[in-house]
C-alpha cells in the first residue's frame, strides 16, 4: 500500500552517462499516485534514457529511484515489472501474427501478483482471459480480438501495445510517445482512449504534441540536457519563456 502523502515514484538525483555525454544529469523527480505527469523537451533531452532506468533496461549511473517505498535502481527488468511499472516503448514493439487477444492473454498471463485491475478496484487480478477481455474494451480494440497485429492500423497497433501494458496490472504506466506518427483522428483517439483509463493507474507520459500534454497531464515536467528545466501546470510550463526557447531552439 501506498502511504497518503508520499510519492508512487520518487527519483534523486538521478544520473546516467555514455562516455562523456550526460543523457541524465540528477533528476529528482516526483510523481504522486493517480497523477498523470508529462515528460516534455528537445530530442535528445534525456526523456527515454529516464524511463529505461526506471523499468531496469539501464542501469543508473548515480542516484536513487524509489518505487512504492522501496529502492528499485539496478534491479532487472522483470523484477521491476513485477512491483508494478509497465511501459509501452517509442516503436512499436508487437508479434505480427499473434492476435489481440493472444498478446493481451499472454500479457495477462505473465503479469506479476498484480495491483489494480481495469476496473480500478484494488482486488486479484481477474483469470487472464477475463482480463484480456477487459483489457481490450479499456483499449478501444473490442471489436478487433480475432485480428492479427499485422492487420490492424497503426493507431490501433500502438492501442494493443499500450493494452499490453496495462493487461500485467501495472501501478505505474511509462508511455513513451503514445502517438508518435499517428494522424490527427487516431491522436484524438488515443487521447480518449487515455483519459478514460482508470485514475488508480498513474501515467507517466512522454509526449511531444501539446495539446495531448494539455488535455491529459496534471502535471508538466520539461527536461533539457538530461536536467529538469522546470516543472508546474501546463499552464504554467507553457508560460515559462525558456520552454519556449528550448522548442524554438530545436525546431
Ligand atoms: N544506449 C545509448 N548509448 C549511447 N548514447 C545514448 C544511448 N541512449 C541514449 N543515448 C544518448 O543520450 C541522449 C538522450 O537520449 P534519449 O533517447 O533519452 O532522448 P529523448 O529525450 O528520448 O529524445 P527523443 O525525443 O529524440 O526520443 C541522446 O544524446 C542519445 O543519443
Ligand atoms: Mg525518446
Same mark, same amino acid.
Given at each position: 500500500m501506498t502511504v497518503a502523502g508520499t =510519492? +508512487? #515514484?520518487a527519483t534523486e538525483g538521478l544520473t546516467r552517462h555514455f562516455g562523456a555525454l550526460m543523457a541524465l544529469n540528477g533528476v529528482s523527480l516526483h510523481v504522486e499516485p $493517480?497523477? *498523470?505527469r508529462a515528460l516534455i523537451g528537445p530530442n535528445g533531452a534525456g526523456k527515454?534514457? #529516464?524511463f529505461n532506468l526506471i523499468t531496469g533496461s539501464l542501469a543508473p549511473s548515480a542516484g536513487r529511484i524509489v518505487f512504492d517505498g522501496h529502492p528499485i535502481a539496478g534491479l532487472p527488468p522483470h523484477v521491476v515489472a513485477r512491483r508494478g511499472i509497465s511501459r509501452s516503448f517509442q516503436r512499436t514493439n508487437l508479434f505480427p501474427e499473434l492476435t489481440v487477444l493472444e498478446h493481451l492473454r499472454l500479457a495477462a498471463a505473465s503479469g %506479476? $501478483? %498484480?495491483s489494480y485491475n481495469i476496473l480500478g478496484t484494488i482486488? $486479484? #487480478?481477474p483469470r487472464p +482471459?477475463? *482480463?484480456a477481455r477487459e483489457v481490450a474494451e479499456a483499449v478501444d480494440l473490442a471489436d478487433r480480438l480475432g485480428e492479427q497485429a499485422s492487420h490492424l492500423s497503426y493507431g490501433e497497433q500502438r492501442q494493443l501495445e499500450i493494452g499490453v501494458a496495462l493487461a500485467t496490472g501495472p501501478k505505474l504506466l511509462l508511455l513513451d510517445e503514445p502517438t508518435a506518427g499517428m494522424s490527427p483522428e487516431e491522436t484524438q483517439r488515443m487521447t480518449r482512449m487515455l483519459e478514460g483509463l482508470p485514475r488508480e493507474i498513474t501515467l507517466l507520459i512522454i509526449e511531444h504534441d501539446m495539446d495531448v500534454v494539455s488535455s491529459l497531464a496534471d502535471r508538466v515536467?520539461? +527536461?533539457h540536457y538530461g536536467e529538469v528545466l522546470t516543472e508546474g501546470t501546463f499552464d504554467e510550463v507553457k508560460r515559462? =519563456? *525558456?520552454v519556449y526557447e528550448v522548442y524554438l531552439g530545436s525546431a
Open positions: =510519492p +508512487l #515514484l $493517480r497523477e *498523470r527515454t534514457t #529516464l %506479476g $501478483r %498484480g482486488s $486479484r #487480478l +482471459l477475463v *482480463r515536467t520539461v +527536461l515559462d =519563456p *525558456r
